[in-house]
């Protein structure tokens, strides 16, 4: 498997805010980043996003566009390619349920996308999520 799905969440109200998530892996230094996981087969992307939102955090969403796809590409040491995931972000719009931490999930936060400052991401989110405000806007 690989494809790797991801999701970006906005709330319903005047202030724009997205759903970051830290994977367990960076739980005693978190990381922050979209919320999602693999794509199960038979499952399109929309509907893995929408599985993946739910399992790790907790909350329901609608879809109101797609984003972007990013590569990660990493290799080892002799430059032969490890892991290769196609991650596929979407924008959506809060429908219920509360972020709730959990095993996949450790440290959850609504922040605002325009004012990450001190936060550790995950590569390129910067790019993503200004990307995910222009569709809300639009």
């Not at 922050?32 to 909350?59: D, K, N, Y």
Request: aromatic share 6%.
């Amino acid at each position: 498997e690989i494809y790797q799905c991801d999701w970006s969440s906005d709330v319903c109200s005047s202030d724009l805010k997205v759903l970051l998530a830290a994977r367990k892996e960076t739980a005693s230094n978190p990381v922050f980043s979209l919320p999602g996981g693999l794509v199960e087969i038979g499952e399109t992307l929309q509907e893995a996003a929408l599985r993946e939102l739910q399992e790790e955090v907790g909350v329901e969403a609608r879809i109101i566009g797609f984003i972007d796809h990013v590569e990660f590409i990493e290799r080892d040491s002799d430059q032969k390619v490890k892991r290769h995931f196609v991650v596929n972000a979407f924008v959506g719009e809060w429908v219920s349920g509360e972020a709730t931490t959990g095993p996949e999930a450790p440290h959850v936060m609504w922040v605002d996308p325009h004012s990450l400052g001190g936060i550790a991401t995950t590569k390129g989110l910067n790019v993503i999520l200004d990307k995910a405000v222009a569709i809300i806007q639009n």
